[in-house]
């Protein structure tokens, strides 16, 4: 199900400069991540690839990523990525 609306206030903590572990609450709905210094050149991660383009773009070295879940819980491969930003009307950025 595509929720339009959610709860901001845990990834604006996430991302505020000098932000610390205390500030969000354990176990909580946003699991943070850490990149690799390097980017997708050196890890072809999702997480390398979000640093990389809110960087490319000229914004500080966060983001917010999600992954899609297909309704068995296995993870959306890029079929149903492709299909899912289609029917959303959604870009879908591939590296």
Same mark, same amino acid.
């Given at each position: 199900?595509?929720?339009? +609306? %959610?709860?901001?206030?845990?990834?604006? =903590? =996430?991302?505020?400069?000098?932000?610390?572990?205390?500030?969000?609450?354990?176990?909580?709905?946003?699991?943070? +991540?850490?990149?690799? @210094?390097?980017?997708?050149?050196?890890?072809?991660?999702?997480?390398?690839?979000?640093?990389?383009?809110?960087?490319? =773009?000229?914004?500080?070295?966060?983001?917010?990523?999600?992954? +899609?879940?297909?309704?068995?819980?296995?993870?959306?491969?890029?079929?149903?990525? %492709?299909?899912? =930003? /289609?029917?959303? /009307?959604? @870009?879908?950025?591939?590296?």
């Amino acid at each position: 199900m595509f929720l339009p +609306l %959610i709860e901001l206030r845990p990834f604006r =903590a =996430a991302i505020a400069d000098g932000a610390k572990p205390s500030d969000l609450n354990r176990p909580g709905h946003v699991f943070p +991540l850490r990149a690799q @210094a390097g980017g997708v050149l050196t890890r072809g991660g999702h997480t390398e690839a979000t640093i990389d383009l809110m960087t490319l =773009a000229g914004f500080k070295p966060a983001g917010v990523l999600c992954e +899609l879940t297909n309704d068995d819980g296995t993870m959306a491969r890029a079929p149903e990525c %492709i299909e899912f =930003a /289609n029917k959303h /009307n959604m @870009a879908l950025v591939d590296y």
